[in-house]
């Protein structure tokens, strides 16, 4: 399990990226992309599961596929999110723009639950902090669903999000996570504080 930083790309995929998280494990993981059993977005900081053996590896993308694994998020939303919903909208690639997402009915299915924990007043206008459970995980989901309900993420600029105070990227973290450990054969979770710089943006609403 790793505890990964924000600005750091998973895997390469040909992007001639400098340092992402297959190249550091490359040396310690004699795997396909080293191990890597999921992804995290460049901008999200977070708990990254890699496996160490090619029979984990397997197990652990098939728990990932069966949507067996718990995965859940903390993010801050511009607006007044509703306590709690649902958004099963599907996400495709956008037409226009490299690289960006959006709601597409021609899309991959793609459910996010979420519920607020907390409420916030800014000087822009009223700020959510909110749970979130990622059923699916398609790229960018959390970040194209809140925006598409009109609830974009703090620092989000590619999805309509508010600049941040302290963060210059999607205020998104990956809190939490439990999945079927295929060695043990127990459930183990896995927990994570918010990363400093999330930390310090929430210090200027509190």
């Known amino acids: 399990m790793l505890n990964k930083e924000a600005g750091i790309v998973v895997t390469d995929e040909g992007r001639g990226e400098k340092e992402s998280i297959e190249k550091i494990l490359a040396d310690k993981i004699k795997l ?20 160490k053996n090619e029979e984990v590896l397997k197990n652990l993308k098939k ?7 718990v ?23 956008s037409p226009y723009v490299f690289g960006k997402f959006g709601a597409s009915f021609e899309g991959k299915k793609a459910i996010t639950e979420f519920r607020v924990l907390k409420r916030f007043e800014s000087e822009r206008g ?9 059923l699916t995980g398609r790229t960018h989901q959390i970040r194209v669903h ?20 302290v963060i210059n990227r999607p205020f998104l973290q990956a809190a939490y996570i439990n999945f079927w450990h295929p060695g043990k054969k127990v459930m183990v979770e ?4 918010l990363a400093q710089d999330l930390k310090e943006e929430l210090k200027n609403y509190e």
């Open 32 to 51: 396909k992309r080293s191990g890597i059993v999921h992804r995290l977005d460049k901008g999200t900081s977070g708990l990254l599961v890699v496996a």
């Open 63 to 69: 728990q990932f596929k069966d949507r067996k694994v």
């Open 71 to 93: 995965k859940k998020y903390l993010a801050l939303a511009c607006g007044e999110v509703s306590q709690q919903g649902r958004e099963e909208v599907p996400i495709g690639r």
């Open 126 to 134: 009223k700020m959510s902090l909110i749970s979130i459970n990622l």
């Open 146 to 165: 809140m925006s598409y309900l009109n609830w974009p993420l703090l620092g989000d600029k590619q999805y309509g999000g508010w600049q941040g105070k």
């Open 190 to 193: 896995f927990e994570t504080d």
